[in-house]
Structures are given as C-alpha cells and as structure tokens.
C-alpha cells in the first residue's frame, strides 16, 4: 500500500466513525457557540485593568494589541519573557517588553546545558499552567500577553532610568493580581464587570448559531440516537446566557444532557470516585435546596435540571448502561488543546478540535500524516525567521501552526502543532465546518477521495 492510499485509507476510516460515534459532546465557548474574538478579548481587557491599575498605576496608559496577544503563546514569569515554542519546546521567538530577545540570549537562559545545567527550564512543559510558566491556552487569556508586555516594558524603561536591575519579583506579583483580576469578573455571574457587559448586549460579543448546526443536531439525535452532550466550563447562569441567545430560548431540546463547571481537564483526569455530578435544579440556583448530590447522571434535559462537575468515568457508565454496551463511541469537539483535546484523548475519546487560526474556514484538516515542507515559498522577516506565504499572517509571532528557521533551512512545528497531531482526529475551523464534513460524501470513496489540504501546504 503507498502513502497516499494509506492516508485516504485513514481519512475513510475517520469519517466513518465519526458518522457513526454514539455520543457527541461539545464544549460551549468558542466551540459550538463562536465568539467575536475581538469584542471579548476587548472586553477581558478591561476587566484586567480595572483592577492592575490600582495595584500598577502606570497600566492607565495600556492599550490592547490585538496583534501581540496570540494564542498559544507563553509568559515566563521567572524572567519577564512572552515566549513561542515549537515542537520540541525550544523557545523559537521571545520578546521583553517590545523588544525581541536575540537568539543568542534564547540559547542561554533555555537551550544551553552548559550554562542552564543538565536540562531546560522547559523540560517539564505539558501546555499547563506553572509556579513558573503561564500559558495563553484559549482566546479568553491571549490579553494578558499585552498588558504584560506593557508591563514589562514599563520595567525596562524604569531599569534603566535609575540605573537599577530589574526587580524580577514584580512579575509574580504581576501574575497574582492577574488571578485576583479573574477572579473578581468571573466568579459571581450578577456583579462582575464580564457578565454584566454580557448580559447587556450579548450580541456585540457572541453568534447566533446556523440553522444548518441545529437542524443537524436534531437529526443525529432522531434519526441515528446519538446522544448530544453540552460540557464546558462555564458557570450554569452564563450558560444559560449563552445558549439563550446564540440556540434560541428551546435551547435545551438540542441536547441530552448538559453539564457545567465540568472543569476540563480534571474532568477527563480523575477517577470514577473523584468528583460526583450535583444536579442543579435551576441554571440560577440559589437556595441549598437548588443542589442535589447525585450517584449518577441523567440523560434528557428538563426545563430546570442541569448538571454540575463530575467525571468522564461517571458519565461512561451511564451512557454504556443506556446502549447496553461495555463499549461506546464517544466524540468530543472543543477549542481549547488541553483541556478538550489532550485530555479526552487521554481516555481514548474521538477528538475534534475547533481551530480558528486555520485560514480557510472550509478546510478540513487530517493531522495524522507526515509533513512534506519542500519548495515552500517563504517570506523572510527582521529577525532571520520567515513564514511560508499562506495569505493573512501575522508577522509579530508568524503562524500558530509553523514557523521556518532561516538559519537553519528548516521549516518547524510549532509546540501548539504538534499537540494537534498527536492528540487530535480531526482539526476544522468551525462548527458548521464539522457539519460539511459530516455530509460530504467524497470522504468514504476512494475514487473521489483525494488528500484534503493540511496547515502545512500542500505537501501531496
């Protein structure tokens, strides 16, 4: 069998058990709900800086780059750092305030055994949050990199301006003020900031869903008793917020089951007597009343019932209880690359991961196969890094998918990249994307089936 047979052999095979999973579940922000990236990102800045300028008054003058602040991108707090990795964590491109750090400092503080001892500071990295290392995983942290970066620079300029070293201290501290940040918008759904811009005009800052993602819910759920599942992280009332508008005020009748403050990953993590689920008997719960302790799960959404926590093992049993089987197809789909890829992977699940950085929203992306990065034609910029011309790119940071090495001659997985390939079934832009692929029918025919196109070129 040749390569190309073998990947349509795949891609056949994928599409197939994708047709046929027995359950779905879907993450909810930026997953099966789009958000206006933009808006949002807008808004968590604000939140931020309502609270850092009391602490770091000088961020008054701070202003969102929405070309700096990039997913995927990690800030060392250690030293002061925003940092981009590839494939096998070597830090690629860094910057210090606005400044770009020389490659040869890069080598020094994370490359070099002889100067940082017997391994990287890196080392350990799993695309998770550190003492040390904080990563902009999903869309709704990627403003920190830029008042970060402000922060920084601030540093920098102050440095030098009194003839003083750095105080690295400040970036820790930076760090937990951005926690306190958090905390203060996002934990109660009726004061902070976040909610109650949301809950005023949550238009300017979400989508309604297509008629063709609903009508397709309601037909893999009659016609071939899929079970449909909502899980994500967020609180019961944004949720409910959420879904109110982006489905419709029947919401509910798209799904089987919803589950909220799953908190993903531990979600997918824990053992079957980690977390149990609590039914909720309100998406506003306030009384103790509203909180049912519960050994199981049940399927089918009521007007007032709503589940909270859990664990994947939890939720199998029942599912496997409801099929009567020992075993079930399971198909997750998120955006985040942890918590709704690397995790459920790690339970054998189907994944399908939600991609907004790949250029075509029409793309469907099968990672499972080798690269052929030859004869791409690249653009070199300032720092001796250049970027295959794929279109729209941005040039502070290059693609979220690969990066060249000029010096080298190499074209380069980024880290992010590599957890798509190793962790990821399928890669689409979008939801309404994933319902295409689920009708096209080119994709179980060999004779009309050829190699879709892949982030890395066009390498078949």
């Known amino acids: 069998m040749t390569k190309i047979e073998d990947i349509i052999n795949t891609e056949i095979k994928l599409h197939q058990q994708f047709k046929n999973v027995n359950v779905i579940g879907f993450d909810m922000d930026m997953a099966i709900v789009r958000y206006n990236n933009d808006a949002i990102a807008t808004l968590i800045y604000e939140c931020m800086l309502e609270h850092l300028v009391t602490v770091f008054p000088f961020l008054k003058e701070s202003k969102l780059d929405f070309s700096f602040s990039k997913r995927g991108l990690v800030i060392d707090l250690e030293l002061g750092l925003v940092l981009k990795l590839d494939n096998k964590k070597r830090v690629i491109k860094a910057f210090r305030g606005k400044s770009i750090v020389s490659k040869e400092e890069l080598d020094s503080i994370y490359h070099d055994e002889q100067v940082i001892g017997s391994s990287s500071p890196l080392k350990d990295y799993d695309g998770g949050n550190s003492a040390r290392f904080f990563t902009m995983i999903s869309f709704f942290e990627t403003p920190i990199t830029s008042v970060f970066r402000d922060f920084m620079e601030h540093q920098n300029n102050e440095s030098i301006r009194l003839g003083k070293p750095i105080d690295y201290s400040t970036f820790k501290q930076f760090g937990k003020e951005i926690s306190v940040s958090f905390g203060k918008h996002f934990n109660d759904f009726y004061t902070g900031h976040y909610y109650t811009?949301?809950?005023?005009?949550?238009?300017?800052?979400?989508?309604?869903?297509?008629?063709?993602?609903?009508?397709?819910?309601?037909?893999?759920?009659?016609?071939?008793?899929?079970?449909?599942?909502?899980?994500?992280?967020?609180?019961?009332?944004?949720?409910?917020?959420?879904?109110?508008?982006?489905?419709?005020?029947?919401?509910?009748?798209?799904?089987?089951?919803?589950?909220?403050?799953?908190?993903?990953?531990?979600?997918?993590?824990?053992?079957?007597?980690?977390?149990?689920?609590?039914?909720?008997?309100?998406?506003?719960?306030?009384?103790?009343?509203?909180?049912?302790?519960?050994?199981?799960?049940?399927?089918?959404?009521?007007?007032?019932?709503?589940?909270?926590?859990?664990?994947?093992?939890?939720?199998?049993?029942?599912?496997?209880?409801?099929?009567?089987?020992?075993?079930?197809?399971?198909?997750?789909?998120?955006?985040?690359?942890?918590?709704?890829?690397?995790?459920?992977?790690?339970?054998?699940?189907?994944?399908?991961?939600?991609?907004?950085?790949?250029?075509?929203?029409?793309?469907?992306?099968?990672?499972?196969?080798?690269?052929?990065?030859?004869?791409?034609?690249?653009?070199?910029?300032?720092?001796?890094?250049?970027?295959?011309?794929?279109?729209?790119?941005?040039?502070?940071?290059?693609?979220?998918?690969?990066?060249?090495?000029?010096?080298?001659?190499?074209?380069?997985?980024?880290?992010?990249?590599?957890?798509?390939?190793?962790?990821?079934?399928i890669v689409v832009y979008g939801v309404d994307t994933l319902v295409e692929y689920y009708y096209q029918d080119k994709f179980d025919n060999k004779d009309t089936l050829a190699p879709c196109a892949v982030v890395y070129g066009q390498g078949y």
């Not at 054998?348 to 990065?373: C, F, G, S, W, Y």
């Open 197 to 425: 811009s949301f809950r005023n005009d949550p238009s300017k800052y979400i989508y309604k869903v297509s008629d063709q993602l609903k009508n397709w819910l309601m037909e893999i759920r009659s016609k071939n008793n899929t079970k449909v599942l909502l899980i994500t992280n967020s609180k019961s009332e944004y949720c409910h917020s959420v879904m109110e508008y982006s489905f419709g005020a029947n919401f509910r009748d798209y799904f089987d089951c919803i589950i909220v403050d799953a908190k993903k990953p531990e979600f997918f993590k824990g053992d079957i007597n980690s977390k149990p689920f609590t039914k909720l008997m309100s998406f506003h719960p306030k009384e103790k009343s509203d909180y049912i302790q519960c050994p199981n799960i049940e399927l089918g959404v009521t007007q007032d019932t709503v589940f909270k926590g859990g664990n994947i093992h939890l939720l199998l049993n029942k599912l496997k209880d409801h099929f009567q089987k020992d075993q079930i197809s399971f198909c997750y789909v998120g955006d985040n690359l942890i918590g709704d890829v690397v995790a459920p992977k790690q339970v054998q699940l189907m994944t399908v991961a939600i991609i907004e950085e790949i250029q075509d929203p029409d793309e469907i992306i099968i990672l499972k196969r080798e690269k052929n990065t030859k004869n791409q034609e690249v653009q070199v910029n300032n720092e001796g890094l250049v970027e295959r011309s794929t279109g729209e790119t941005n040039y502070i940071w290059g693609s979220f998918f690969h990066i060249h090495d000029d010096h080298e001659n190499l074209s380069i997985d980024t880290f992010w990249s590599s957890i798509l390939r190793d962790n990821a079934d």
